[in-house]
């Protein structure tokens, strides 16, 4: 298994542009999510969801969109880029919901706004 | 919402020592509290992690502690060893949801 991956790894967009950053995984995980790491600030939740066709905000969802057609994918949508943006995405996964389930993280997505 | 505390956000210690991090929580539902290690550049990763209904929990040279009264955890690390260095962030997860609350983080180094 690949387990949970990302791309890109690395981005620069100008402010005001649009990108998709990519998440997938092949452990037929029903829950995933989107975090930002932010220096001092820990990872904070963006946006999750608990199975394909239904997805929830987060802590920090503003100027991000996310949609879940199948299991696998949960891309992640700036609509428009603002320097506010520039962090470092992690996508993540766990086989359900609940105390117990590990949730596995991808390898990230250095994004920089300028 | 949950809000996690975590202290201290940096912690030197030389090699051969303990080290312990604490966290704090504010929701009394919170059920699950995973600690997470996150090497330079790489993902963070799941190294121990303690439910509600247990008081301890260990695993070789990493201990976990919950006191639900007081609602705070720790990780609690012996015998530190230069790989040991990294970021270490607590997280807290309430009820049936998979969302998790995560601490601020605290970057360890251990020294020679």
């Known amino acids: 298994n690949a387990g949970v991956t990302q791309t890109p790894k690395f981005q620069v967009l100008k402010t005001g542009q649009s990108m998709t950053l990519q998440c997938a995984q092949d452990?037929?995980?029903?829950?995933m999510s989107w975090y930002r790491q932010d220096p001092g600030m820990g990872l904070r939740l963006i946006h999750y969801?608990?199975?394909?066709?239904?997805?929830d905000q987060g802590e920090v969802p503003n100027g991000y969109n996310v949609s879940r057609s199948t299991t696998e994918d949960f891309p992640l949508r700036l609509l428009s880029a603002a320097p506010s943006q520039t962090s470092v995405y992690f996508c993540?996964?766990?086989?359900?919901?609940?105390?117990?389930?590990?949730?596995?993280f991808g390898p990230g997505t250095r994004l920089t706004v300028t | 919402g949950e809000n996690v505390e975590q202290h201290p956000s940096t912690l030197s210690v030389q090699e051969g020592d303990s080290a312990v991090i604490k966290c704090t929580y504010s929701d009394s539902a919170s059920n699950y509290f995973p600690w997470y290690k996150q090497e330079l550049g790489k993902r963070p990763q799941l190294i121990i992690d303690i439910r509600s209904n247990v008081g301890e929990k260990k695993d070789q040279r990493i201990a976990v502690t919950l006191n639900k009264t007081a609602k705070h955890f720790s990780l609690h690390i012996t015998e530190t060893q230069p790989e040991d260095s990294a970021v270490y962030f607590c997280?807290?997860?309430?009820?049936?949801?998979?969302?998790?609350?995560f601490g601020t983080g605290t970057r360890l180094q251990v020294t020679l």
């Open positions: 997280a807290a997860k309430t009820g049936t949801a998979s969302k998790l609350t």
């Open positions: 452990m037929n995980h029903e829950y």
């Open positions: 993540a996964s766990s086989l359900g919901q609940g105390a117990g389930y590990e949730q596995y």
């Open positions: 969801s608990v199975g394909a066709g239904i997805t």
